[in-house]
């Protein structure tokens, strides 16, 4: 089902004294409505039934809420408005629905020429994300080339009887095959230890760009840029996910799948520069943020900055 959001959620600090330029979120964020000015939407998706059908540990259904919470009292730095459209639920196990109807708010939003951010929920979010993402794409003259880059400890190409947040993208490659499109997919931060050799044999049959976290360091920055340069210049848009459990456990505990080893977020944002500047990011969300296991509110603040980045741009 859908839900807007009680907008009690965006509090924060009030500096009346400092005047015009002393802004927050929680002052500046706007309910979506039709007419909006182009910008950034804020999507909700309140499930975890796909992390449940994956065996993992649920308690990402109250993501999307503490996200923005922890959003309501940045600073406010932001060229472009910043609207919140509500959210989906998920009602026990109806998760193909509910994707669908996420689809539905993804592909309205983008409709309307915002940029829609998409706030999880368990990576299940990824397969309701790219249905709106394709719809709006098929409804065009000329479909655009997609680029999908997941920064994920998990491939998320599973074979399975049923769908579950680590099926995604297998579902996705389906999806362009069927509609003969290209699949273009990376996922930086892959865990060995975490995929299986089917995985990688899949990923490999598929075509997929891949990183290791061993072989996402910072010393490696310079090589890893070059190679998402060369990914962007293949693609007309970009679809981005950002899966909380790339991070090490230590910076991002609240997640389904804590990280042993994880990608350092310094270089997960010197990232984002480089694809916020290549002007083809047209989706975003973020996945697996569990706030049953956040300690002191590690993972949502680190969520937050997130969404506060990409919203700021370049």
């Keep these: 089902m859908f839900q807007h959001t009680d907008f009690k959620l965006w509090q924060g600090r009030v500096d ?6 002393a802004l927050r ?12 000015a182009p910008g950034f939407a804020l999507l909700g998706f309140a499930c975890d039934a796909g992390v449940a059908r994956n065996q993992g540990r649920t308690g ?18 932001h060229p472009q408005p910043v609207y919140d459209g509500g959210s989906v639920v998920c009602e026990g196990d109806a998760l193909e629905a509910s994707q669908a109807l996420l689809g539905t708010h993804v592909a309205t939003a983008m ?3 915002h940029t829609p951010i998409v706030l999880g929920g368990g ?9 709106g993402l394709a719809a709006h794409a098929a409804s065009l003259a000329q479909p655009p080339r997609i680029g999908i880059l997941n920064f994920d400890a998990h491939f998320d190409l599973r074979q399975a009887a049923r769908a579950s ?6 579902q996705i490659a389906e999806d362009c095959q069927a509609r003969g ?15 299986t050799q089917a995985l990688f044999a899949r990923a490999e049959s598929l075509g997929v760009w891949w990183r290791t976290d061993q072989q996402m360091l910072a010393s490696q920055l310079p090589a890893i840029r070059a190679q998402l340069e060369a990914f962007l210049t293949e693609v007309d848009w970009l679809y981005l996910s950002i899966d909380l ?4 456990a230590a910076v991002a505990p609240g997640v389904s799948a804590p990280a042993a080893h994880g990608v350092e977020l310094p270089v997960i944002e010197a990232l984002l520069d480089d694809i916020l500047r290549s002007g083809k990011l047209k989706l975003a969300d973020l996945a697996e943020f569990n706030p049953q296991h956040d300690q002191d509110h590690r993972t949502a603040k680190v969520a937050a900055r997130l969404v506060w980045l990409l919203a700021r741009g370049v």
């Design 16 to 21: 009346d004294e400092e005047g015009e330029r």
């Design 25 to 36: 979120w929680h002052q500046q964020v706007q309910a979506l409505q039709a007419g909006a």
């Design 60 to 77: 990402a259904k109250a993501g999307p809420d503490l996200i923005r919470k922890a959003l309501a009292n940045l600073a406010w730095h």
């Design 111 to 113: 409709a309307a020429r």
């Design 123 to 131: 990576h299940e979010i990824a397969w309701g994300s790219w249905q």
């Design 165 to 170: 947040s680590g099926t995604p993208f297998r």
């Design 181 to 195: 499109w290209p699949f273009h997919y990376a996922c930086l931060g892959v865990a060995e230890t975490a995929n």
């Design 245 to 248: 459990d790339v991070l090490p």
